[in-house]
């Protein structure tokens, strides 16, 4: 056993360890300056090959004020809210130290300060590394801080050093932001907002910021807002900072900030660009949007500078010659989104994402979603009856040469051969926007015509949960996946631009996917950042299924909805869309060396309601094979000007051929002997041909490719005996829905 004498020794020598450390801690750590802080870094960002893009940050956007240019209300705001007992407390809060050390060493996150002395030294490091270490720093700080500063010059501190969002660091950039005044010329109720976007301008600015997390939309972010702005409006009342007059006056009206600005650099496709960036960097790696914000990044991006511009200037081209606001008011607020993927990589070399910061567009149309795809969503339909079969063929993959009735106006059945209902239990029908008799057609036939009907029972011969893997598989995210009804398969889900041309690039790829991606490396002041590599490259679907979507595809370009894409004058496979009541309409394309899509639509720019295009760019509707089509076509061709045209592998034929339940039994052509030759040729012939009988130029590398008319795959002759024109301007590109449960976006 120990003597008392040593035990008493160790104690008093642990002891003393803990003072000196503490001593020589407090000794060593320096108050943190207002003005160090101030000196944030932008942000660099640089296009594929190495060369600048843009240098954009805080740098420009942050200037220190003095505590008397400070309003009061403003003072007393971040008090109420954020530390009550601020001018009576030590600066420190011991507690929540001990709680945050305690949560890191159970592994946990750490805690920020909890008072407005450790806020403002958190503030002072541009470092926010969560360790021990940082913590430990910043208790000896907060301790030194609240003894040599005052309490004024600790809250001038902490108000020019905090973040407000949009870029704004300090109050003085916050009210030139927010409201584009000085903050001296704050009012009461102006604090108040500013000092509830201390909590989280992410999720309290009401512009909303969905590029970085989807939770952050306008609406919510309004809801949030104004909850806790009359919060501290109250609490700043109930500790009689402010008196009854002016609380009156001040919660009478909630103060709306100004909209986005454009900042130095920020115009034309760069502010997409950068968006776009920024996004992937705080999806892909620990950097908090503060540490971002605060700048000292290197960013180098996929982006081809050349690709950019030619994708810009085919939108522009194409809105010049077609869209007029100041003619037509049905031209005004059409918007166009669009992005480019290099298949089997995942590569984002180009995007379109609006008119620019610089005309007040802040939304990037090339990520945005809540824009349904229309027909363009048929090819998974197809690729998932080409890998799981449907109901009655027991996992076994049938040929796009299957034939299901093209008629309008049809009954759509469940698997077990019941009507589907409506809520109300009408039966539900599936229109097409034309009533053409298509009869009994091929799915290839009904994918080149874009035809409703067939996709909508072959969804449900499926099943739609299965379309919704081979998609996923190919790319779209979860949360764009519309509710699984028979409308499901002709596109009421609203992908973004970025993930549309990304699982099209799947097809391209002869199956191989991989996730789009923007950023292939990251530094902090020149040292690299973790969680930057490409991403994996996997089969999404069998390679064979994948060729033969490409191979119905560019029937498509060939002789169907999307001919006008011919004019490429390379191999090329692409799909037509539009949707219901005309509110969007797609082309998404491609080539073995890129995907590109296409979206069109006009959204009210008060509450980013779709309106209809109907009448737009003085024609009766907009399709798919129109002018989204002429943008793909004319950047397209100077994407790939002087590259080759490797074509497509072939498809090999999938043999399953299984028709919808009631199409037609072919009758058998008898086998005639000579001695049985009739002794007399019929008086009649047959007094129509039927006009879309495929002709010898149709695209089908096989004989059984083309094989829409009856031959020796089965089934009955099925091609439409009146003349039909085959283009999307046709209207076979779209349908109306019934108006029932099942209503939206349609082919």
Same mark, same amino acid.
């Given at each position: $056993?120990?003597?008392?004498?040593?035990?008493?020794?160790?104690?008093?020598?642990?002891?003393?360890?803990?003072?000196?450390?503490?001593?020589?801690?407090?000794?060593?750590?320096?108050?943190?300056?207002?003005?160090?802080?101030?000196?944030?870094?932008?942000?660099?960002?640089?296009?594929?090959?190495?060369?600048?893009?843009?240098?954009?940050?805080?740098?420009?956007?942050?200037?220190?004020?003095?505590?008397?240019?400070?309003?009061?209300?403003?003072?007393?705001?971040?008090?109420?809210?954020?530390?009550?007992?601020?001018?009576?407390?030590?600066?420190?809060?011991?507690?929540?130290?001990?709680?945050?050390?305690?949560?890191?060493?159970?592994?946990?996150?750490?805690?920020?300060?909890?008072?407005?002395?450790?806020?403002?030294?958190?503030?002072?490091?541009?470092?926010?590394?969560?360790?021990?270490?940082?913590?430990?720093?910043? $208790?000896?700080?907060?301790?030194?801080? *609240?003894?040599?500063?005052?309490?004024?010059?600790?809250?001038?501190?902490?108000?020019?050093?905090?973040?407000?969002?949009?870029?704004?660091?300090?109050?003085?950039?916050?009210?030139?932001?927010?409201?584009?005044?000085?903050? &001296?010329?704050?009012?009461?109720?102006?604090?108040?907002?500013?000092?509830?976007?201390?909590?989280?301008?992410?999720?309290?600015?009401?512009?909303?910021?969905?590029?970085?997390?989807?939770?952050?939309?306008?609406?919510?972010?309004?809801?949030?807002?104004?909850?806790?702005?009359?919060?501290?409006?109250?609490?700043?009342?109930?500790? +009689?900072?402010?008196?009854?007059?002016?609380?009156?006056?001040?919660?009478?009206?909630?103060?709306?900030?100004?909209?986005?600005?454009?900042?130095?650099?920020?115009?034309?496709?760069?502010?997409?660009? %950068?968006?776009?960036?920024?996004?992937?960097?705080?999806?892909?790696?620990?950097?908090?949007?503060?540490?971002?914000?605060?700048?000292?990044?290197?960013?180098?991006?996929?982006?081809? +500078?050349?690709?950019?511009?030619?994708?810009?200037?085919?939108?522009?081209?194409?809105?010049?010659?077609?869209?007029?606001?100041?003619?037509?008011?049905?031209?005004?607020?059409?918007?166009?989104?669009?992005?480019? %993927? &290099?298949?089997?990589?995942?590569?984002?070399?180009?995007?379109?994402?609006?008119?620019?910061?610089?005309?007040?567009?802040?939304?990037?149309?090339?990520?945005?979603?809540?824009?349904?795809? *229309?027909?363009?969503? +048929?090819?998974?339909?197809?690729?998932?009856? $080409?890998?799981?079969?449907?109901?009655?063929?027991?996992?076994?993959?049938?040929?796009?040469?299957?034939?299901?009735?093209?008629?309008?106006?049809?009954?759509?059945?469940?698997?077990?051969?019941?009507?589907?209902?409506?809520?109300?239990?009408?039966?539900?029908?599936?229109?097409?926007?034309?009533?053409?008799?298509?009869?009994?057609?091929?799915?290839?036939?009904? $994918?080149?015509?874009?035809?409703?009907?067939?996709?909508?029972?072959?969804?449900?011969?499926?099943?739609?949960?299965?379309?919704?893997?081979?998609?996923?598989?190919?790319?779209?995210?979860?949360?764009?996946?519309?509710?699984?009804?028979?409308?499901?398969?002709?596109?009421?889900?609203?992908?973004?631009?970025?993930?549309?041309?990304?699982?099209?690039?799947?097809?391209?790829?002869?199956?191989?996917?991989?996730?789009?991606?923007?950023?292939?490396?990251?530094?902090?002041?020149?040292?690299?950042?973790?969680?930057?590599?490409?991403?994996? %490259?996997?089969?999404?679907?069998?390679?064979? %299924?994948?060729?033969?979507?490409?191979?119905?595809?560019?029937?498509?370009?060939?002789?169907?909805?999307?001919?006008?894409?011919?004019?490429?004058?390379?191999?090329?496979?692409?799909?037509?869309?539009?949707?219901?009541?005309?509110?969007?309409?797609?082309?998404?394309?491609?080539?073995?060396?890129?995907?590109?899509?296409?979206?069109?639509?006009?959204?009210?720019?008060?509450?980013?309601?779709?309106?209809?295009?109907?009448?737009?760019?003085?024609?009766?509707?907009?399709?798919?094979?129109?002018?989204?089509?002429?943008?793909?076509?004319?950047?397209?061709?100077?994407?790939?000007?002087?590259?080759?045209?490797?074509?497509?592998?072939?498809?090999?034929?999938?043999?399953?051929?299984?028709?919808?339940?009631?199409?037609?039994?072919?009758?058998?052509?008898? &086998?005639?002997?000579?001695?049985?030759?009739?002794?007399?040729?019929?008086?009649?012939?047959?007094?129509?041909?039927?006009?879309?009988?495929?002709?010898?130029?149709?695209?089908?590398?096989?004989?059984?490719?083309?094989?829409?008319?009856? *031959?020796?795959?089965?089934?009955?002759?099925?091609?439409?005996?009146?003349?039909?024109?085959?283009?999307?301007?046709?209207?076979?590109?779209?349908?109306?829905?019934?108006?029932?449960?099942?209503?939206?976006?349609?082919?």
């Amino acid at each position: $056993m120990p003597s008392w004498k040593l035990v008493s020794g160790l104690c008093l020598f642990f002891l003393g360890s803990i003072v000196a450390a503490v001593g020589v801690g407090y000794a060593m750590v320096g108050i943190p300056s207002e003005n160090d802080a101030a000196k944030s870094q932008n942000n660099v960002y640089y296009w594929s090959n190495g060369d600048q893009m843009v240098a954009t940050g805080t740098g420009a956007n942050r200037q220190n004020v003095t505590i008397d240019q400070i309003p009061k209300a403003m003072q007393w705001s971040v008090i109420s809210a954020e530390n009550k007992s601020f001018y009576t407390d030590s600066g420190v809060d011991p507690m929540g130290i001990a709680r945050a050390l305690a949560n890191m060493a159970r592994g946990g996150e750490t805690q920020g300060g909890s008072t407005i002395t450790q806020q403002f030294v958190k503030n002072t490091y541009l470092n926010q590394e969560q360790t021990v270490t940082r913590k430990f720093k910043e $208790m000896f700080i907060s301790i030194k801080v *609240g003894t040599q500063l005052s309490k004024q010059q600790v809250l001038q501190g902490y108000l020019n050093t905090s973040y407000y969002g949009r870029g704004a660091y300090g109050i003085q950039a916050a009210a030139q932001t927010y409201y584009g005044v000085d903050a &001296v010329k704050l009012t009461p109720s102006q604090c108040a907002f500013l000092a509830a976007l201390l909590k989280g301008p992410t999720y309290y600015d009401p512009i909303g910021a969905t590029n970085i997390d989807p939770a952050a939309d306008a609406k919510s972010n309004t809801a949030r807002s104004k909850a806790r702005w009359s919060w501290i409006l109250e609490q700043m009342h109930n500790d +009689k900072r402010i008196t009854d007059a002016e609380y009156q006056t001040a919660i009478k009206k909630y103060p709306t900030p100004q909209g986005l600005k454009a900042t130095k650099g920020m115009t034309g496709q760069i502010s997409y660009l %950068v968006d776009t960036a920024k996004k992937y960097v705080l999806n892909h790696s620990n950097i908090s949007q503060t540490e971002f914000d605060q700048g000292g990044y290197q960013i180098y991006t996929t982006f081809q +500078k050349d690709k950019v511009n030619e994708l810009s200037a085919a939108v522009k081209k194409v809105q010049k010659e077609r869209i007029d606001p100041k003619k037509r008011d049905l031209d005004k607020y059409v918007q166009f989104g669009a992005a480019s %993927v &290099v298949p089997k990589d995942g590569a984002i070399v180009a995007l379109y994402g609006g008119d620019g910061y610089e005309n007040g567009h802040f939304t990037n149309n090339a990520d945005t979603s809540g824009v349904p795809v *229309g027909s363009t969503w +048929k090819p998974f339909v197809l690729a998932a009856a $080409m890998q799981y079969g449907t109901y009655k063929t027991d996992g076994v993959g049938i040929s796009p040469l299957s034939k299901y009735n093209g008629d309008d106006h049809l009954k759509v059945r469940n698997q077990d051969g019941t009507n589907v209902l409506n809520k109300d239990n009408s039966i539900f029908y599936q229109n097409n926007e034309s009533n053409y008799p298509w009869g009994y057609i091929t799915l290839r036939k009904a $994918m080149e015509q874009s035809i409703n009907t067939p996709f909508v029972q072959l969804g449900m011969d499926v099943g739609n949960s299965k379309v919704r893997d081979v998609a996923k598989a190919s790319g779209i995210l979860d949360d764009s996946f519309a509710t699984l009804n028979p409308s499901f398969a002709i596109g009421t889900s609203t992908p973004s631009a970025i993930r549309m041309a990304d699982a099209y690039a799947t097809f391209a790829a002869s199956g191989k996917q991989a996730d789009p991606y923007s950023v292939t490396a990251v530094k902090h002041d020149g040292q690299p950042v973790s969680g930057f590599t490409k991403p994996a %490259v996997k089969q999404a679907m069998p390679e064979n %299924v994948a060729n033969n979507v490409t191979n119905t595809l560019e029937n498509v370009i060939q002789n169907g909805t999307a001919k006008a894409a011919k004019a490429l004058g390379r191999s090329a496979a692409g799909k037509t869309g539009t949707t219901d009541s005309n509110k969007s309409a797609w082309f998404v394309g491609y080539t073995q060396q890129l995907s590109t899509s296409i979206a069109m639509f006009r959204e009210n720019p008060k509450d980013a309601e779709l309106l209809s295009m109907n009448g737009t760019a003085g024609v009766a509707s907009i399709h798919g094979g129109d002018i989204p089509t002429a943008v793909w076509t004319a950047y397209m061709e100077a994407a790939l000007k002087g590259k080759s045209d490797p074509g497509f592998p072939d498809a090999t034929k999938i043999d399953k051929v299984s028709n919808e339940d009631g199409a037609p039994t072919p009758t058998p052509t008898p &086998v005639v002997t000579p001695s049985e030759t009739p002794s007399e040729t019929p008086s009649e012939t047959p007094s129509e041909t039927p006009s879309s009988t495929p002709s010898a130029t149709e695209s089908c590398r096989f004989s059984w490719q083309c094989n829409d008319n009856g *031959g020796t795959d089965g089934g009955a002759t099925s091609t439409p005996t009146d003349t039909a024109t085959a283009t999307e301007t046709s209207g076979t590109d779209r349908g109306n829905q019934n108006g029932g449960i099942f209503g939206g976006s349609t082919g």
